[in-house]
């Protein structure tokens, strides 16, 4: 069984910042791709970013910019991923979800976290 643990969801200002963290644990041999996935109200889940077990990275045209390249990262050690998000602006408000796809076992989704993002 594998679970993942969110942190770091909260309510700031448009304009600040939030860092999100997730850590799995379990039955784990090897994680390979982990990321975050998003859904508002009333609308459907939408991927975020997304880091390999090698560091590449991939982002959402809706957060390049902001979200910049070095602000997916991940802790192999630790089977942590982060998410360091800047300018947050109020349409950002959503409930984080963790995605994870450990080799040979599946894809886990955390329980997520909540963001919200004031005018």
């Known amino acids: 069984q594998v679970q993942l643990v969110e942190s770091g969801g909260g309510l700031v200002q448009a304009g600040g910042s939030l860092r999100l963290s997730c850590a799995a644990s379990?039955?784990?041999?090897?994680?390979?791709?982990m990321g975050w996935h998003r859904q508002a109200p009333g609308k459907e889940r939408e991927l975020v970013a997304t880091?390999?077990?090698?560091?590449?990275?991939?982002?959402?045209d809706s957060v390049k910019g902001r979200f910049t390249i070095s602000n997916i990262s991940r802790d192999n050690a630790k089977k942590t991923v982060y998410l360091q998000m800047n300018s947050l602006k109020p349409e950002d408000t959503a409930v984080y979800y963790c995605?994870?796809?450990?080799?040979?076992?599946?894809?886990?989704w955390g329980q997520g976290t909540q963001v919200t993002v004031s005018s």
């Open positions: 880091i390999t077990s090698g560091g590449s990275t991939n982002y959402a």
């Open positions: 995605r994870t796809v450990v080799t040979s076992i599946g894809i886990y």
């Open positions: 379990g039955s784990i041999f090897r994680i390979n791709t």
